[in-house]
């Protein structure tokens, strides 16, 4: 009982002592932070010791936030620095030059050239994709050791990509840098020597990546759909070279290459951020010795085949996935933007992460597919487009023995969007497509890579403005009629993994009838 009194006791005289410390400092503190100004508050006083003051003694003033920094240039007019329109300009030799003064601090240019896998043959399936990996080496007037340098010297940030139209050179650097950025690419492309050690070391560089390659079922699934699609030439073909085609990828077989597709009248050079007059000029000068060839290179018509690819590994304990596509839209196809809009109305995502923002959580797919069935790893929608053609489907992912549920449900999902959309729905997909649209040209090079393809292939460019138009005239008879066209074909299918519950082709087709 003693013990308990006291206890009691001191924690009274504890308590107490702790508020008589504790609230006049909350009291003061709150009166100082109440009657502190924003300039107070922005750049609170600072009082240094005399070692602070000795050792670490600076220069640069302290400037409230409210206040403008003394050395900072003024601020121009806002709408002065508003994107221009593209220029389009066409040299004597018919390569055309494209850029965008959008007054950023870096410069971004590019080379576009028309050509990829689909202008090969089953004999030299691949070289092109091959010729990324070996496009930025030596050159008759450096090495790549030297080559790599000096972009490193200037922070240029240079790269290669290839598709199955296109084959791309791109860099970027700081805006007076440009024109080292642009010589370097010229050098790459017109001088490449493609020596045999160079070939030899990327021969097994290339060999490694096919493994891993191999062990990714997205990329493995988009190759299977478009030989399914297309059959085994045009874009059919992989974009991606087999083993046993390596070996002839040699010199001689490169520069070949190079020779024929490389050509003025096949290009575009772009840039953002960069004046077109200088550009233009810059052009003209390092791109004089490219081959005048011709801009006719025999291309293999598209033929929609309807077939299926199947690669079954029985036993895999691992997913297996499946796509289901349509010919579709073109480039040059009145219902390209519809087919787009209709893309982005069926949406879909990942199991994990498809109800983050902006990830499809209301389209179609995801609504009805991932959300009322838990097994479904994976289900969205694609489009492929070309000069020629289009390709439009739905791929999804779950374990083997949920496999031939889930071919009936996306084949179902399909088959409605052929009956009816709500206006709700539409409406949402044509705000999301012009949102993407939007978020995609903020990015340089997303932008760059824009501006080049469009000349490319339109001879012109389309501003944000005109693309936003012609998505907002789309109405649900659009999406409709493009829906109903695309499923009069056959679906081409495409599977990979344990594939013993897929149900026969015929059997799929009906679920989408």
Same mark, same amino acid.
């Given at each position: 009982?003693?013990?308990?009194?006291?206890?009691?006791?001191? *924690?009274?005289?504890?308590?107490?002592?702790?508020?008589?410390?504790?609230?006049?400092?909350?009291? =003061?503190?709150?009166? +100082?932070?109440?009657?502190?100004?924003?300039?107070?508050?922005?750049?609170?006083?600072? %009082?240094? *010791?005399?070692?602070?003051?000795?050792?670490?003694?600076?220069?640069?003033?302290?400037?409230?936030?409210?206040?403008?920094?003394?050395?900072?240039?003024?601020?121009?007019?806002?709408?002065?620095? #508003?994107?221009?329109?593209?220029?389009?300009?066409?040299?004597?030799?018919?390569?055309?030059?494209?850029?965008?003064?959008?007054? *950023?601090?870096? @410069?971004?240019?590019?080379?576009?050239?028309? #050509?990829?896998?689909?202008?090969?043959?089953?004999?030299?399936?691949?070289?092109?994709?091959?010729?990324?990996?070996?496009?930025?080496?030596?050159?008759?007037?450096?090495?790549?050791?030297?080559?790599?340098?000096?972009?490193?010297?200037? !922070?240029? %940030?240079?790269?290669?990509?290839?598709?199955?139209?296109?084959?791309?050179?791109?860099?970027? #650097?700081?805006?007076?840098?440009?024109?080292?950025?642009?010589?370097?690419?010229?050098?790459?492309?017109?001088?490449?020597?493609?020596?045999?050690?160079?070939?030899?070391?990327?021969?097994?560089?290339?060999?490694? %990546?096919?493994?891993?390659?191999?062990? %990714?079922?997205?990329?493995?699934?988009?190759?299977?759909?478009?030989?399914?699609?297309?059959?085994?030439?045009?874009?059919?073909?992989?974009?991606?070279?087999?083993?046993?085609?390596?070996?002839?990828?040699?010199?001689?077989?490169?520069?070949?290459?190079?020779?024929?597709?490389?050509?003025?009248?096949?290009?575009?050079?772009?840039?953002?951020?960069?004046?077109?007059?200088?550009?233009?000029?810059?052009?003209?000068?390092?791109?004089?010795?490219?081959?005048?060839?011709?801009?006719?290179?025999?291309?293999?018509?598209?033929?929609?085949?309807? =077939?299926?690819?199947?690669?079954?590994?029985?036993?895999?304990?691992?997913?297996?996935?499946?796509?289901?596509?349509?010919?579709?839209?073109?480039?040059?196809?009145?219902?390209?933007?519809?087919?787009?809009?209709?893309?982005?109305?069926?949406?879909?995502?990942? #199991?994990?992460?498809?109800?983050?923002?902006?990830?499809?959580?209301?389209?179609?797919?995801?609504?009805?597919?991932?959300?009322?069935?838990?097994?479904?790893?994976?289900?969205?929608?694609?489009?492929?487009?070309?000069?020629?053609?289009?390709?439009?489907?739905?791929?999804?992912?779950?374990?083997?023995?949920?496999?031939?549920?889930?071919?009936?449900?996306?084949?179902?999902?399909?088959?409605?969007?052929? /009956?009816?959309?709500?206006?709700?729905?539409?409406? +949402?997909?044509?705000?999301?497509?012009? @949102?993407?649209?939007?978020?995609?040209?903020? *990015?340089?090079?997303?932008?760059?890579?824009?501006?080049?393809?469009?000349?490319?292939?339109? =001879?012109?460019?389309?501003?944000?403005?005109?693309?936003?138009?012609?998505?907002?005239? /789309?109405?649900?008879?659009?999406?409709?009629?493009? !829906?109903?066209?695309?499923?009069?074909?056959?679906?081409? /299918?495409?599977?990979?993994?344990?594939?013993?519950?897929?149900?026969?082709?015929?059997?799929?087709?009906?679920?989408?009838?």
């Amino acid at each position: 009982g003693i013990n308990a009194e006291y206890m009691g006791a001191f *924690s009274s005289f504890l308590e107490h002592k702790m508020l008589s410390r504790c609230l006049p400092r909350r009291v =003061g503190a709150q009166r +100082r932070y109440a009657s502190q100004s924003l300039r107070e508050t922005a750049a609170p006083p600072f %009082n240094p *010791s005399l070692a602070q003051q000795i050792l670490f003694k600076s220069s640069t003033p302290r400037v409230p936030l409210d206040e403008k920094y003394p050395s900072a240039p003024a601020l121009s007019d806002p709408l002065s620095l #508003a994107a221009a329109p593209a220029q389009i300009s066409t040299l004597s030799s018919g390569l055309r030059v494209a850029t965008i003064e959008n007054n *950023s601090p870096i @410069s971004s240019v590019g080379v576009f050239i028309d #050509a990829g896998s689909r202008y090969e043959d089953r004999q030299l399936n691949g070289i092109f994709h091959f010729l990324e990996g070996v496009a930025l080496k030596s050159t008759s007037n450096r090495t790549e050791f030297r080559l790599v340098r000096d972009m490193l010297k200037i !922070a240029a %940030n240079v790269s290669c990509t290839s598709s199955r139209e296109h084959f791309t050179y791109t860099g970027e #650097a700081l805006r007076h840098l440009m024109p080292s950025v642009l010589a370097s690419l010229a050098d790459v492309i017109t001088n490449s020597t493609f020596d045999i050690e160079t070939l030899n070391e990327y021969r097994a560089t290339y060999e490694a %990546n096919t493994k891993e390659r191999l062990n %990714n079922p997205d990329a493995a699934i988009m190759e299977a759909i478009h030989e399914a699609a297309y059959g085994s030439s045009s874009v059919g073909l992989s974009i991606y070279a087999p083993s046993h085609n390596l070996t002839k990828f040699d010199t001689p077989t490169l520069l070949r290459l190079v020779t024929e597709f490389f050509t003025p009248k096949r290009m575009v050079v772009a840039g953002m951020g960069v004046d077109h007059q200088e550009l233009s000029e810059l052009s003209e000068l390092m791109f004089k010795d490219l081959p005048a060839g011709s801009s006719i290179v025999e291309k293999t018509p598209t033929q929609y085949v309807a =077939g299926e690819v199947r690669t079954h590994k029985g036993g895999d304990t691992g997913l297996a996935h499946v796509a289901l596509a349509f010919p579709t839209a073109s480039w040059h196809d009145k219902d390209l933007v519809p087919m787009c809009v209709l893309q982005m109305l069926m949406g879909g995502g990942g #199991a994990f992460s498809a109800g983050g923002p902006g990830k499809g959580m209301y389209s179609r797919l995801y609504q009805n597919v991932l959300v009322n069935h838990g097994w479904v790893e994976n289900a969205q929608s694609f489009n492929s487009i070309f000069s020629d053609a289009g390709l439009f489907g739905v791929y999804g992912s779950t374990r083997p023995d949920y496999l031939g549920s889930l071919v009936e449900i996306l084949g179902h999902e399909l088959h409605k969007a052929a /009956v009816s959309f709500t206006p709700d729905e539409v409406n +949402r997909a044509k705000n999301q497509l012009k @949102s993407a649209i939007h978020m995609q040209t903020e *990015s340089r090079t997303l932008a760059l890579e824009d501006l080049g393809r469009q000349v490319l292939i339109y =001879g012109k460019v389309k501003s944000l403005g005109e693309l936003c138009n012609e998505i907002d005239t /789309v109405t649900d008879k659009d999406l409709l009629r493009v !829906a109903q066209d695309m499923f009069k074909n056959g679906p081409a /299918v495409a599977a990979i993994g344990d594939l013993s519950s897929l149900p026969r082709y015929e059997t799929i087709r009906k679920y989408i009838e």
